[in-house]
């Protein structure tokens, strides 16, 4: 008993004073962050999110194998807390059990069943790794860049773990301390396989699997502060501490030191974006140190997907590295030499053992080279992020969507575009040009503002335009019309599309013609932020003005751009602009659910044309809009085909996060890969609800075409277009003409 006593806890004793300095480490190292205080309001909402997603493991099961296991792994976690309590008061006295419930045979039953389906999860996790080989199948493994030889280490002590509690408990019950009669059924089948030896073997065997089990706990525990593998205790808080309701939709304003930026007179020593580090928040930090290189993101991730060297998970893998490198440097405990010369990355660089696409093995350790790296930099210069893998970025939210852990990988991202355009005045060439456009046309395309109304030219009913300062009291919805839809040709035919459907549904909208300017998405996703701000605030002044004296719940806009949809209605509330604003897809699905508009199919319902629906990102995972597009398709007589990656694991195509004006000059080109998942669906149609998608799709058809790999008589078109063809089809035919 007493030499149980004395090395069961002497080993507790020394790993809780090695735990207890690196969580003191861990705490200082993330607390040093940039104050974020955004991140404890509603904590009704982040105490359910903390139950569905952590104990209920909501995000995990999407992926349903996978998912189960780790669901089995999470709660054999804390069900065997239990197993723990046994063997601590085991140490103290071998009859120990639980007051009140540690005889209850439902408790043994349960410890048993979960250490089972523990078992059978690791086998699963095992087999997994094993197929996502991505020592074989290289950057298609979502594994491709993980720490695997860790992952292994993890997956054998949790085995560790299952034998040595089998092997405590069944001498446990030979030597008769066990405390459960029944219900612990494979403790006690290892127990009947175990007698044989007699108690002269079991008493003292016990005692061996005892502190074993207490031993391969205290190891894993180290093991777990120790490596990647501490999302095991930092996850729960990384998801309590998450954006609400996630982190797609609208980007966070930007903060200097826990403070809004005041653009129109900014202090001196404010921090724009993230150029270091240290410039990140603390929850920008501990999302680095939660990172569990499950891959999720970087499997769905279209930049990835088509050759690019952009994966959100070598992303945050790749910062994570560089803060553990350099935190001795941002606690203080070692000095930059003033001497220092320019990193030889060179030399430095024979020793990078990782994947070619992670930039932090550039410059290993913690030298002072790692403290004066840039973060944003070529391989020449020792940059921690490549400037490729930033600017590849399209901002579609697929990684974020995915994350088990809630990790903000866009957020990141943008953060380090604001430094590199405010501060640095890096970005790709052709960035320039949108730049200039936006700030001296107020248009992406440069065009005149005289034209904004070009798109209205030939309809055979009046388009009203606003007149007045204000919108009049019969007026409900204000029809924004978006520099697409006033400047690019196949963008004109959906606004003029819906313009119809409003008509015809006797909607009472106006348009403001030359009164809109670009909304801000490119120049705030590109992360110019002075221009966003700039463009932002000349809107919100002219809707403020025309919604004057309107309630919320009257000051309505309509729209067919989901760059628009989402920067109107969720990012201008930052600029104090508050408006209803509703996609036209809704609208309309709304329409025709009232009867104001009534689509007719072409013939039966089974005969009717095979169409696919691409998601756009910022309609569907950033504003969770699936529903209203795909019912127009269905109402206006369509099949509606899905590609395999739909709804909320669409693919993008291409054009966010200002990728758009930008050249794709690496691997594949997103767009064209979408086509061909479209084609392969044998539609003779490919409807979307967004004008940059339109062009991105149309542009991919034209390629495809071009190579013969398309028919030429698959079209892309917008949702709104098939349904006014469908609405078209009772009206009355025209009289014939007289002979
Ligand atoms: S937002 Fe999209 S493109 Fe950007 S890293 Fe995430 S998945 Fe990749
Ligand atoms: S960022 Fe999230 S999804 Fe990507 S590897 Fe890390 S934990 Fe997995």
Redesign the pocket.
Known sequence: MAVRLVIGLGLTVLTLVLAGWRVDRLYALISSGQPDHSRTADLGARLRTQLTEVFGQRRLLKWTIPGLAHFFTFWGFVILLTVYIEAYGALFNEHFAIPLIGHWAVLGFLQDVIALAVLASIIAFAIMRVRQDPERRQRSSRFYGSHTGGAWLILLMIFNVIWTMFLFRGTAVNAGDFPYLTGAFVSRGVGALLAPLGPGINQPLETAALLAHIGVMLAFLMIVLYSKHLHIFVAPINVAAKRMPKALGPLLPMESRGKPIDFEDPDEDDIFGRGKIEDFTWKGMLDFAT????????SQCPAWNTGKPLS??LV?MDLRDHLFAKAPYLLGDQQVPEDMEAIDVLALAASNGHVPESGFGRVPGSGPEQAVRPLVGTAEVGGVIDPDVLWSCTTCGA?VE????D?E?VDHIVDMRRYQVMIESEFPSELGTLFRNLENKGNPWGQNQSARMDWAKGLDFEVPQLAEETLPDDVEYLFWIGCAGAFDDNARRTVRAVAELLHRADVNYVVLGDGETCNGDPARRSGNEFLFQMLAQQNVEVLNGIFDGRPPGRRKIVTTCPHCFNTLGREYPQLDGHYEVVHHTQLLNQLVRQGKLTPVASGPAEDGPAVTYHDPCYLGRHNEVYSPPRELVGASGAQLTEMPRHADRSMCCGAGGARMWMEERIGKRVNEDRVDEAIGTQASAIATGCPFCRVMLTDGLTAREAEGTAGKTTEVIDVAQLLLASVKRADPAPPAEAE
């Not at 990172?291 to 970087?298: L, M, P, Y």
């Open positions: 990172c569990t290189e499950c891959g999720r993101c970087q959100p998970k945050i990684c995915q994350c088990p852990v990790i990988h």
